[in-house]
């Protein structure tokens, strides 16, 4: 018997791919990345049995519970998607290969001090607040570009692009819009040539709004819910953390 799971993603894929032809880019261009928080395990193996090998996490303590049980398929590979708070730096550079989050400078001084330490270096994303909404991190689209400038002093961080959530329920131009504009700032920040900056990534588009984002040129889109179902907790848990926590 065919699990929805599987179903879901052969229809997320036909999505993406008819995306990509409309706008004529080649498919291997958009990668997709599952997002996993709160998705039990045997979730996640129906995704990896189908194919998929790129998982986001958005909390530490969830990636170091998942992580070591998912080793046994040694082809995954986990980003880090969700809010970093300073003081969990070490958990999650332990087991990601990417993290799309980094939205201040502390966090970036603090990945550095973790890396250093590890004699390691971090492949990161910059994320910006393209939707203005207070609910959500990410640097303003004004400070953006000195942001990556000030992360780029960092020789342990290797900066590859951008990363945005887009306006989430509006109409399809103001998502677009939050996209495009994301897309704006990386032309600009990789016409400014900075040293060791490359802008090659932009992940944006979720479940919603993925083929909008393929449109406007993502080449990571994050889906949770259109593959694995509805969460049992609501969104704002993830990403409306109390900031007078946030260091
Ligand atoms: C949960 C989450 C997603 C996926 O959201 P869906 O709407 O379930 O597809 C994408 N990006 C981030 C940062 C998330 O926290």
Redesign the pocket.
């Known amino acids: 018997m065919v699990h929805l799971v599987e179903e879901n993603l052969t229809t997320v894929r036909k999505q993406m791919e008819l995306a990509c032809q409309a706008v004529g880019r080649q498919k291997e261009e958009v990668k997709l990345l599952l997002?996993t928080?709160t998705v039990p395990l045997e979730k996640l193996n129906i995704a990896m049995e189908a194919g998929e090998m790129l998982f986001?996490e958005?909390k530490a303590q969830e990636l170091r519970d998942k992580f070591p049980l998912m080793e046994q398929h040694n082809q995954v590979e986990w980003h880090f998607?969700?809010h970093l708070q300073t003081n969990k730096v070490k958990y999650v550079v332990k087991y990601v290969t990417l993290i799309?989050?980094v939205d201040r400078l502390k966090l970036g001084q603090a990945l550095h001090n973790q890396l250093v330490k590890e004699n390691k270096t971090m492949d990161i994303l910059v994320q910006v607040n393209t939707s203005r909404e207070t609910s959500k991190f990410g640097i303003s689209p004004e400070l953006a570009l000195e942001l990556v400038e000030q992360l780029s002093q960092f020789e342990t961080l290797n900066i590859k692009g951008l990363m945005t959530?887009g306006k989430l329920n509006a109409t399809n131009n103001e998502t677009r819009h939050c996209f495009q504009l994301l897309k704006q700032l990386q032309t600009q920040i990789r016409a400014k040539e900075i040293p060791r900056v490359e802008m090659d990534i932009l992940s944006m588009g979720?479940?919603?709004d993925f083929t909008v984002a393929i449109e406007e040129g993502a080449t990571i889109i994050?889906?949770?819910?259109?593959v694995f179902g509805q969460?049992y907790l609501p969104?704002e848990y993830?990403?409306n953390e109390n900031k007078l926590h946030d260091d």
């Not at 994050?222 to 259109?226: A, E, F, N």
Request: charged residues 25%; hydrophobic residues 30%.
């Open positions: 997002a928080k986001g958005n998607i969700g799309h989050s959530i979720m479940s919603g994050r889906v949770g819910t259109k969460r969104d993830y990403w």
